[in-house]
């Protein structure tokens, strides 16, 4: 996901109008759509949490159309929500079974699309072995943060990193594991 420096991913009210920033660094990488286009190929499906998913349908209502392509789409949620195309599946349960039961033997790329809740319950669980994190020039001082909840230290292995002319600074890091013991997250 995509987190301004102090960490989060949207304000507290779910709004990530400040994901368009306007900084220039001269030093930095153009993204190429070429390249885009070719990674976001080897993507073979993705799961997100219900919150995430009600933006996408918003972004998509508003004309600005639905990123996942024809890529299978599974949203967790225990709720009612309108399913706008075959391609989105529905999911309430245990986070692990659906990833290592049922998405694991048939898909051999599985982004999660987030938000905080998911990922957090995702590195809680085990269940990612990448992370991919962009930092924004931008502070919003508080908000959803990319990892709720996280109960205990995960060991990460920095594996890649660019800066973009944008100003955008994008984080590729294996997961090495969980260390120690969980702990009381208000602690
Ligand atoms: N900056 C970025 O790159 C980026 C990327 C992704 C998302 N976002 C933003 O993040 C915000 C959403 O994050 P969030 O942390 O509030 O929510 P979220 O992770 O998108 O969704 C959490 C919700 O998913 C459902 N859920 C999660 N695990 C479940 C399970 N195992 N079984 C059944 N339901 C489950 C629950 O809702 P219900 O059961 O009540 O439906 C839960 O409240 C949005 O504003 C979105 O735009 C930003």
Not at 24 to 51: H, Q
Not at 132 to 138: A, D, E, G, W
Request: with cysteine; charged share 25%; aromatic share 12%.
């Amino acid at each position: 996901m995509a987190a301004s420096l102090d960490g989060f991913i949207a304000r507290k009210d779910g709004s990530v109008d400040w994901l368009e920033t306007l900084d220039e660094f001269a030093g930095g990488e153009t993204l190429d759509p070429g390249f885009v286009e070719v990674f976001l190929k080897t993507i073979n499906c993705y799961v997100m949490g219900s919150r995430t998913y009600e933006t996408a349908l918003s972004f998509e209502a508003k004309g600005l159309g639905w990123a996942y392509g024809d890529k299978p789409t599974f949203v967790l949620t225990s709720r009612e929500l309108p399913r706008t195309r075959g391609t989105v599946e529905f999911y309430s349960g245990d986070l692990a079974q659906l990833v290592n039961g049922q998405l694991r033997p048939k898909f051999r790329n599985i982004w999660f699309v987030g938000g905080g809740a998911v990922s957090g319950e995702c590195l809680r669980l085990g269940l990612a072995d990448e992370v991919r994190y962009s930092i924004l020039p931008i502070l919003i001082g508080y908000g959803i943060r990319f990892f709720e909840k996280l109960d205990r230290d995960v060991a990460l292995h920095l594996m890649e990193l660019k800066a973009y002319k944008s100003g955008t600074v994008e984080l590729r890091y294996e997961v090495r594991g969980h260390r120690g013991e969980p702990r009381n997250a208000a602690t």
